[in-house]
């Protein structure tokens, strides 16, 4: 048994067909996820329907955002109704139907784990940098030794704990270091492939029939550290586990949040690899105390859904806000980027990638601009003395 697995094909039917024309004797075609959201979504979809039961498919979240009309998605609303408009009620129900995961048996591999992002989600940020415990966390109750998922669209092959990991990268729109169109070939083993076609007719033909969004492009560097910021930006920390307060299993917060609700007896927190709620919850000093309904390691991040948090007071903002984001000199100067907020004695302080600290102060700040994504602030304080 061989599989040719084809993920995030995003509607590129050029790039699809050069695919296809690669792909040979191979047994069965999965088709990983994110299929049709793109410039051709019903020419697509047909294209692979038409190869009959060799096709196994595989639910993406952008299947399930065209699907879903009654839902927010990921993509702008406008995108989704360009898509929609093209796409039969027919095909919209057939991606509504479609499947999380597939499982095949592959000669040199044995069982194989096909999903879209991960086995519990299709639409949750993984990458080959992602920290061990997220992985075995997404990958709990699955008993294959090797998973296959896209999702972000760039080629890795890592184990985590015995359990293999590939993403099979983009066959529409990758972000990679060349050109073409990027899937794996499995059985007996594991072949990364990357399919030549003809880009630049296809990136026109794209602006012809009227695609509303730039097509985008990213290197695997560049695409892996947004997604991770990605992840990073939907989950709060609001404190670490500290050193232990009895013998029960409490533990003191570090790092605590301002918000003291958030330690209060009955609330969630995220932790590592799940949710744990808090049942018991005291102060010592200052500092609160709380044993959760799991042990913890001391150092695990106690985080937040970033959907849960209030929005900021004028003005104000919490540092997830802040990092990331470019600093800039009025007058045009870079400074670099903000990659900390660090308390001070009098007032907060911008942590910067390159090694600049600046004071979180009206005088030094002068504009956060949270859509465009930049901090502008006074000449001087970059300055040394």
Partial sequence: MTVAALYDVHGNLPALEAVLAEVGDADTIVVG????AGPWPAETIDRLRGLGDRVLWVRGNADRELAE????????PELLAWMRERLSQEQLAFLGRLSLTQRVA???????????ATPRSDEEVLTAISPADRWLAAAAGSSERVVVCGHTHVQFDRTVDAVRVVNAGSVGMPYEQEPGAY?????????HRRTEYDVEKTARDIAAVGWPEEWPVATPEEATQFFERLYVAERVPVGVVGKPHGLAGAFVVD?????????ELGRKLLVGRGEAEIVESKRAGRRPVIRLDRSVERGTALEVPRASLPPAEEDEYYVFQLVGLDVEEDGGRPLGRVADVAPGVANDVLELDSGLSLPMVEDCVREVDLDARRILVAPGYADPG
């Fill in 33 to 36: 996820g994110d299929v049709a």
């Fill in 69 to 76: 009309r009654d839902r927010q998605g990921m993509a702008p």
């Fill in 106 to 116: 592959i000669e040199g591999l044995g069982d194989v784990l096909f999903c879209h």
């Fill in 183 to 191: 899937w794996v070939r499995l059985g007996p083993g594991v072949e």
């Fill in 255 to 263: 790092d605590a949040s301002e918000d003291s609700s958030r330690f």
